[in-house]
C-alpha cells in the first residue's frame, strides 16, 4: 500500500505524494474564472491516485492536473496535463473527488482555476 501525503511544494514535502504549484499553460479557462496559484487555494478532501498494479509506471513520477473549480469549491473541469498514460483515468477519477473551499474575491465566491503537480511514490 501507498502511504501520501499532500502539500504545496514551499518545503512541506513529506509522506509518498506531495504537490508543488504549476506554471501557467496553454489551455486558458473561460473569462468568469480566476486564475490563481495553488497556494491561494485550500483543499478540503484529498483523494490520491491509484497505482492499477498491472500498469508499469516508474516511479517516482508525476501528474499536472489542471483544476476548474465552481463558487463551491467542487471541480467543474478537470484537464489531465501530464501523467503516465496508464495512470490518467484514475488520476482523473480522484481529482474529481477533490473538494476546496471556495475562492473569495471581494466577498464573493468565484469559479477559479489552477495547476497542481502530484509526485507519486511508494
Known amino acids: 500500500m501507498t502511504r ?3 502539500a504545496a511544494a514551499i518545503g512541506l514535502i513529506g ?3 506531495w504537490a508543488e504549484e504549476g506554471e501557467a499553460t496553454a489551455s486558458t479557462p473561460a473569462a468568469d474564472v ?3 496559484k495553488w497556494h491561494d ?6 483523494v490520491k491516485p491509484s497505482v492499477p498494479p498491472f500498469a508499469k509506471i516508474a516511479l ?5 492536473i489542471q483544476f476548474t473549480i465552481d463558487e463551491a469549491g467542487i471541480p467543474s473541469l478537470i484537464q489531465i496535463e501530464e501523467c503516465p498514460e496508464k495512470l490518467k483515468p484514475n ?3 480522484a481529482a474529481n ?5 471556495p475562492v473569495m474575491r471581494h466577498g464573493q465566491a468565484q469559479k477559479a482555476a489552477f495547476t497542481v503537480i502530484l509526485n ?3
Request: hydrophobic share 40%.
Open 60 to 64: 517516482p513520477t508525476k501528474c499536472k
Open 120 to 122: 507519486i511514490k511508494r
Open 41 to 46: 487555494v485550500k483543499a478540503t478532501k484529498q
Open 4 to 6: 501520501w501525503t499532500l
Open 97 to 101: 473527488k477533490w473538494r476546496f473551499e
Open 34 to 36: 480566476l486564475q490563481v
Open 15 to 17: 509522506g509518498a505524494v
Open 91 to 93: 488520476a482523473e477519477k
